[in-house]
């Protein structure tokens, strides 16, 4: 389903193979999948899905009953209120559980979102026929945008026509939430499904970025911008492996050099330094396209970082 984009994809099954925040960081977009029933890893990681999300960047989530994953419970339905992170960073209030007959057959997709089908050669359970069972129903919170509905065999379902997607498009950072598992749906339209979050997000497809993804061993270093594209401030955000002397400058698409963010040394680990939009005068730079230049004794790695009013 991500075909048409550079990602690297991380297998969590185990408590050996658990991220930490530093994984997540170097990337502009993290998609956490729990198409596992029983799965409830995602408990683990709140403080770093908060974290990540207050650095600026983007979040989908999509699961199999993914309310219960990050709460490590089981009781629907549930009320949230603006102390809880599903409801400051989910913009979710509410959400409850379809049961055992509420048959979905697919989702109804709105703001420019793909109605989406099960896929019927994948149902788990043979009793089930050709619909799926357990799909959660929300209620956003005000910020928050309705990109998915339940479409219910049954039409007489009290979940027929619940809301199941929603999306925040924020100066923060950018979140779409989906109460059902991917897996389970018909692939060209999970495709489709994906390229909408990725454009809301504002990823590019197709890019090889030769410096990050081809010449660069991934080990060594990682230098990332969230947000990108940025209006008013950009997070740099990098990974070092080891003790290393660091320059960070941004340059004008003439190459020119525009301002040195940081001239030290740094241990290894992750950082972050902000990008105010600044020159090295202190004016604001027109919009257009910059680069980030993270460069050691041993490495360099550019990022392409693009400016908007």
Known sequence: MLSNYNFDEFEYGTAEEKPILADFVPYSTVIWVADDYTTVFASQHIDDFKTYLDLGGNMLFAGWK?????????????????????????????????GFTDKLSGEIGQNGYPDVSVDTLKIPIATWGNTLRYIESITPVTGAEIIYTIDMENNTSAFEGEICGIRY???????????????????????ILIDSVMNDFGEEQGIKDIFNK???????????AIPNPLSNKTSIVFKLKEKSKVNIDIFNISGQLVKQLINDTYESGVYKVSWDRKDIRGLSVPEGIYFCRLSTDKISILKKIIVID
Request: without cysteine; glycine residues 4%; negative net charge.
């Open 169 to 191: 498009l924020g100066n923060d950072y950018n979140m779409v939430y989906l109460g059902f598992p991917l897996y389970f749906m018909e692939e060209d339209n999970i495709k």
């Open 66 to 98: 993914l309310i219960n994953n990050l709460l490590y419970s089981n009781a629907y339905p549930y009320d949230f209120d603006d102390t809880s992170f599903i409801y400051n960073y989910l913009k979710i209030s509410h959400a409850d559980l379809s």
């Open 214 to 224: 081809k010449l660069l061993p991934k080990e060594t270093g990682f230098l990332n």
